[in-house]
């Protein structure tokens, strides 16, 4: 794939409102505390700890963490907001307009990694950034199950999809793909697990809706035959990625009810924490989030409590003929239209 960025916006970007930061920081805060809350009653036992931490360049955030529970083994949701006057070099180099200034970050972000094997795990992120006259939203979901089940990934997909298609009818075509693109370990040539959605630098220009790095990929092809699309409002963006949050729930926790009762051994287990093998290493390896907040000095123990508690490594692994575990190479680590499976 190249590396240069597809068409960028050509308009004028225009102004947030002057509350912006204040009113995407309280719904990141009532986001977490809606999932933490949601997910406390589906465990039925766990329950999240906070640390409140503070940023000696500015800012800080809380850091919710269950351990031990009966449906998560370990799960992590954070709230975040941080600002100064150096921007890290993960950000100026895909937006050097913004050198030169103060910098300002908020966002929630949430990984979940259940103990039982048939629950898949999930991820979660969304954020705001400005930087002088830069703005822009980003973020994203996705799933990885360990044993395939068709009809979660479909309705983890079709939730998404109505989320998006409240606010554009191409959102969910442009993103899905991104998503396929973005969460996709090139040394081991797999993506980490079904998808969901992901974008990045929507600003409000008018322009293409992928802004990514790879001028050739699926993504970048299929938004460049839509062209440019119009401008769009500070408002309409902060809109579309609330409905996006406000999915997750009713995306997930269907999927938790149908297969948290599922016996399993340890072929299951073992299986589940060889595969959470690729999750380290796509998290600390290629994950944006985690390079932004290493080179912005945030919270260690937050920024990588996306690790799972346990994890396994086997040389030269190969899924045997025939079983769970092949068909989750063979169909469900490879991009799928999901939104459109029909039992």
Not at 63 to 85: A, I, T
Not at 87 to 100: D, F, M, V
Request: proline share 8%; hydrophobic share 30%.
């Amino acid at each position: 794939m190249t590396t240069a960025s597809t068409a960028q916006p050509t308009s004028s970007q225009s102004l947030p409102p002057t509350d912006a930061k204040e009113r995407v920081s309280q719904w990141m805060k009532q986001l977490q505390d809606k999932i933490c809350q949601a997910l406390e009653s589906a465990d039925g036992a766990g329950k999240f700890q906070q640390d409140e931490w503070e940023r000696e360049e500015g800012g800080g955030g809380r850091s919710r963490v269950m351990r031990e529970g009966n449906v998560l083994e370990q799960g992590g949701v954070n709230f975040s907001e941080v600002w100064g006057s150096h921007l890290p070099p993960s950000i100026l180099t895909q937006r050097p307009e913004a050198a030169g200034h103060k910098f300002y970050a908020t966002g929630t972000s949430m990984v979940l990694h259940p103990r039982n094997p048939y629950i898949p795990t999930v991820h979660l992120n969304y954020r705001y950034f400005e930087a002088g006259p830069v703005w822009w939203f980003g973020g994203g979901i996705d799933l990885t199950p360990y044993y395939p089940f068709a009809e979660d990934a479909a309705h983890f997909h079709k939730t998404l999809k109505q989320a998006c298609d409240n606010h554009h009818p191409e959102y969910y075509p442009v993103f899905k793909r991104w998503c396929d693109e973005y969460f996709y370990l090139k040394h081991r040539q797999e993506t980490r697990g079904v998808g969901g959605i992901f974008f990045d630098y929507q600003d409000g220009r008018e322009g293409q809706l992928y802004r990514g790095p790879h001028s050739d990929s699926p993504a970048a092809v299929y938004s460049n035959q839509l062209g440019n699309q119009p401008s769009r409002s500070w408002e309409e963006i902060f809109a579309f990625v609330c409905d996006c949050g406000e999915a997750f729930l009713p995306s997930y926790l269907p999927i938790i009810d149908r297969r948290q009762n599922i016996e399993y051994g340890d072929r299951e287990r073992n299986f589940q924490l060889y595969r959470r093998g690729r999750y380290v290493e796509f998290n600390l390896v290629y994950d944006r989030g985690t390079i932004f907040g290493l080179q912005t000095n945030g919270r260690t123990e937050s920024i990588l409590m996306s690790l799972p508690p346990l994890v396994r490594w086997e040389y030269g692994y190969t899924p045997e003929p025939n079983t769970p575990e092949a068909e989750l190479y063979e169909t469900f680590l490879k991009p799928q239209d999901w939104a459109n499976w029909k039992p």
